[in-house]
């Protein structure tokens, strides 16, 4: 009962549970022949190179920098015994190519010529698909035919002079695939030829509308904007001869393959590089627009992607999430580049664990401080960016004289508003010694104003910390138990060693991971640990009956969840303890963000993100 109170009643059924059984909306029926017609390891060697021994393959883990091959590849799964990624071949591509788990089973479907389910429930599928490939074409097409008309030595002559004062090289804008339109006409002209039909050049954005068949990026240098797997999807156009006006950029609207508010542009390029170079990029940079990204990327800063406009998406934070940790944002210097970043840096941070922001010269974007600075000056500016409280408070302390009494009312009244937002106390604490000093009114008035009186402190008996060791206790008993018990649900992958009660419980778990998955261990383990052992018999003796194994498997991954959150909350407690003993800044800095790390894999309810 004890237990019960703390993880949830065993009659309680996840949604998480159902997701398994119906995992992206394919049954398992499904799932299990789209893994059968996938060999695990060709699709892997596309990306790794493997090398057979004895029965398994073994590789340089993709997921980080080795030079002893530790990733192996065996029975349909791998596992890295370097950095402990492991899955399945359907998580491998979603890894691999930063994709959700529906498009990766799209991408190995395809494959292998299995209908997704969708096919055989919508009738009109199969048309819809075809449509799909012919507008696909289409745009590979456009985006060919104009690229080859800024190689052509003298149609392209006046173009690639404009885009070598940019210092974007030919290298670059081949990278890029970076194009010119000649006039209103040609392009047209050309995709009639190649069969196209007018509609669906209207359809794709390329002409207004079909009367009047005039290209809509007429007399620009072209951008193709791609999606995750490189299909050009839309265009961008800038014009070169310092037109009069006439717009600077113009840009796709959105189409029946372009949306957008779900595209960030360059992600094609840093998963080519991870699958073709190995190089996977542990921090991105988020900059306003495509060439930012081709301008620091012919300066070698290739990490850097962009949303198509500056308004950010849920769905583009959390793609943004799936690629990396760390995010630095980094808008124009001007006023519109300021209000852009602080109504996105919000959104980042309910997906991205590290965003951090960098600041630029008034009115300068990342185009212009390079090439003005070289890559020195902005890499000594992505060095200085702070983290995102940090950010708000330094704006408004430029926004006001600190040095009149107006000023600086005006500077606590905005501070004020920035502090109300942080949730955690020891981070709070912090950001309000910082405006004290700023403005020189006290920690203590600063806290009341904010309505965050601490509470008095209440010490804990001791009765109440031996009932959480307790239920700790039970519940590590149970999971030790069903794994010993071989149980099918157990997914031993998403439990961590240190997660365990104490260190027998550690001891059992480690040495169970080294057995067959989903077997008998219970004589096994008699064999190894004794048995006259009397924790070990509290284990084995564990008896909770359930409903059905639905039910149990609800209750198994309750208790790993509540061992996973024990173990952050410790963690966390002793980061919070140990902040206090810090004096330098950067230091400070490292932990309020690692506060503010723990703090979110506390809240969430999904165990990946305890791993």
Not at 229 to 252: C, L, P, Q, T
Request: hydrophobic letters at 35%.
């Amino acid at each position: 009962e004890m237990l019960r109170s703390l993880v949830g009643s065993e009659m309680c059924i996840r949604d998480s549970l159902r997701r398994g059984i119906m995992a992206g909306g394919f049954t398992p029926e499904f799932l299990e022949e789209l893994k059968y017609k996938c060999d695990i390891v060709e699709v892997i060697s596309q990306y790794v190179p493997l090398q057979k021994k004895g029965g398994r393959y073994f590789g340089c883990c993709p997921f980080h920098n080795e030079k002893t091959p530790s990733f192996c590849v065996n029975n349909g799964w791998y596992h890295c015994f370097g950095c402990g990624a492991s899955g399945d071949v359907v998580k491998f591509v979603m890894e691999m190519e930063s994709v959700s788990f529906y498009d990766a089973v799209k991408i190995l479907a395809d494959k292998v010529g299995l209908q997704l389910p969708e096919v055989k429930l919508d009738p009109q599928y199969a048309q819809k698909k075809e449509h799909g490939d012919v507008l696909k074409q289409l745009m590979r097409d456009a985006a060919r035919y104009y690229r080859n008309n800024l190689l052509d030595e003298k149609k392209g002559k006046d173009a690639r002079e404009y885009l070598h004062n940019r210092s974007l090289d030919d290298e670059t804008a081949k990278r890029y695939g970076l194009g010119l339109s000649l006039d209103g006409e040609s392009m047209v002209g050309y995709m009639r030829r190649k069969g196209y039909l007018l509609k669906d050049l209207e359809e794709c954005g390329l002409i207004a509308n079909t009367e009047r068949p005039y290209d809509a990026f007429a007399n620009r240098i072209i951008v193709p904007i791609m999606d995750s797997m490189s299909n050009v999807i839309a265009f961008g156009g800038r014009i070169y001869h310092g037109e009069k006006d006439v717009a600077k950029y113009k840009n796709s609207t959105n189409t029946a393959l372009f949306d957008k508010g779900r595209t960030i542009y360059g992600v094609n390029f840093i998963k080519r590089d991870k699958k073709l170079n190995g190089i996977a990029y542990k921090e991105l940079i988020l900059v306003e627009g495509y060439m930012d990204v081709i301008s620091l990327g012919a300066s070698g800063i290739k990490n850097a992607v962009a949303c198509m406009g500056t308004a950010l998406t849920d769905g583009q934070a959390r793609e943004l999430s799936r690629m990396t940790e760390t995010l630095y944002v980094c808008y124009d210097g001007d006023g519109a580049g300021k209000k852009a970043t602080i109504r996105n840096v919000d959104i980042l941070a309910k997906f991205v664990q590290n965003v951090r922001v960098i600041s630029l010269d008034d009115g300068k974007d990342p185009d212009e401080t390079v090439r003005e600075g070289g890559v020195e000056a902005f890499v000594k500016k992505q060095k200085e960016a702070l983290p995102v409280i940090e950010y708000k408070l330094k704006l408004c302390a430029d926004a006001n004289d600190l040095g009149s009494v107006n000023g600086r009312a005006k500077y606590i009244q905005s501070a004020l508003k920035v502090l109300k937002t942080i949730d955690n106390r020891a981070e709070r604490e912090v950001y309000m010694d910082i405006v004290s000093k700023k403005s020189g009114v006290s920690v203590a008035t600063l806290t009341d104003e904010v309505g965050m009186i601490r509470p008095t402190k209440i010490e804990r008996t001791k009765e109440n910390d031996e009932e959480k060791i307790e239920k700790t206790l039970i519940a590590s008993r149970f999971v030790l138990n069903r794994i010993l018990k071989g149980e099918k649900f157990v997914d031993i992958s998403k439990i961590k060693t240190e997660w365990l009660a104490n260190d027998l419980h550690k001891e059992v778990f480690d040495w169970a991971k080294t057995m067959p998955e989903h077997t008998d261990l219970v004589n096994p383990m008699f064999s190894k640990f004794g048995y006259e052992n009397d924790e070990i018999n509290k284990i084995l003796n564990v008896n909770m009956k359930f409903a059905d194994t639905i039910r149990e498997a609800d209750y198994f991954n309750d208790c790993v969840l509540m061992l996973a959150n024990e173990f952050v909350s410790k963690r966390l407690e002793q980061v919070k303890n140990g902040y206090n003993e810090l004096s330098d800044p950067e230091a400070k800095r490292a932990s309020i963000a690692e506060i503010s790390r723990l703090q979110k894999i506390l809240k969430s309810k999904d165990i990946n993100d305890k791993l």
